[in-house]
């Protein structure tokens, strides 16, 4: 009898370990937002995590016409001194702790800059899809993907 309770209140231990463990993992759970701004000569893409856990980007890709390019200058035709600009690759990860973002892309134009040049900014950004890989600390996949045809919704100047 009392190896049948041992074996029980054992099997009963056990069982709550595995519960506490799946508890962990959803309550740490990163939850991945794509945002865009364009607003007062500003145009930006950030990765935003609102969970509560951090998120590990192994892989960022854009698309245009179904073709992928790792960087987003590859895919724009700009000075990558223009603007700020984010490259993950293998052997660089970032990690995104909860309540903050991680700035893909971002251009802030001056004041002298035309309306021309902002549209031709947004004309080029509004081709592009992205697509985010990556896992949260129980190495979870996590993919977020957003096309940024957002940003030629309408024309602001």
Known sequence: MAITISLLALLATFYQLYLQRVHN???????????????????????????????IIDKLTFFINDKSYGNIEDCLALDPKSYQHLSITEAVKKVILPGTYLEVFSIRFAEQDTCEEIDNVRQ???VLKLKLEGRDIYNNRIIAKRYLHWFIRHHIC
Request: charged share 25%.
């Open 25 to 55: 993992e959803k309550s740490l759970k990163p939850l991945v937002q794509i945002d865009l701004l364009d607003r007062d000569k500003l145009i930006f893409v950030h990765i935003q995590n609102n969970g509560v856990g951090p998120l």
């Open 124 to 126: 080029q950004l509004s």
